[in-house]
Nanobody
Framework: QVQLVESGGGLVQPGGSLKLSCAAS????????VGWSRRIPGKERELIAT???????HYAQVAKGRATISRDNAKNMVFLQMNNLGPEDSAIYYC???????????WGQGTQVTVSS
């Protein structure tokens, strides 16, 4: 099974940007659909973006126009670039991967993003 470790979170000023990274080990991401979700305190976890093995990108409405998901299969990594961040984007961001054709998913531990001046 694949293990996922996120990094790149931290404190960001409103209007700023960040790039989250997700490093995978234990298996190759070649056969996984990957994605990012987040959990805002007091709310349910919400999907941000997904990226298929064929590089088809899907974005939730909250992320459209200001987020980019990407993957580097050679490095076994997934990335999320988000721009124009606001306090409402403060959350724990999780990387996840699903084996294509199955419901088997794996999740990282998450990385905290705080948007504040």
């Amino acid at each position: 099974q694949v293990q996922l470790v996120e990094s790149g979170g931290g404190l960001v000023q409103p209007g700023g940007s960040l790039k989250l990274s997700c490093a995978a080990s234990g298996d190759s991401l070649d056969r996984y659909e990957v994605g990012w979700s987040r959990r805002i305190p007091g709310k349910e976890r919400e999907l941000i973006a997904t990226l298929t093995t064929f590089h088809f990108e899907h974005y939730a409405q909250v992320a459209k126009g200001r987020a980019t998901i990407s993957r580097d299969n050679a490095k076994n990594m997934v990335f999320l670039q988000m721009n124009n961040l606001g306090p409402e984007d403060s959350a724990i961001y999780y990387c996840h991967a699903r084996i294509v054709g199955t419901s088997v998913s794996y999740w990282g531990q998450g990385t905290q993003v705080t948007v504040s001046s």
